[in-house]
């Protein structure tokens, strides 16, 4: 593992930063895939939580950007 900065201000400041590169990461990835035809599950299944959990966090963003998102099957 890498070295934390000893300044726990530098240390605290540099997991915000990740999180946020992270999260900018995964949005960005999220609409690639649903742009491509992912469904809801799939997209779930590959960030490792539930259908529920990541369209609760990104449908109003995907739906603002303008993305066709599929309706559930049956």
Do not use: C, F, N
Request: charged share 30%; aromatic share 4%.
């Amino acid at each position: 593992m890498s070295e934390v900065p000893s300044d726990p201000a530098d240390a605290l400041a540099a997991v915000v930063a990740l999180r946020r590169l992270a999260d900018r990461l995964e949005d960005a990835a999220v609409e690639q895939a649903m742009r491509t035809g992912w469904s809801w599950p799939r997209v779930a299944e590959a960030l490792g939580v539930t259908r529920q959990a990541v369209y609760k966090k990104h449908v109003h963003r995907l739906i603002v950007a303008g993305v066709k998102l599929r309706r559930r099957d049956g």
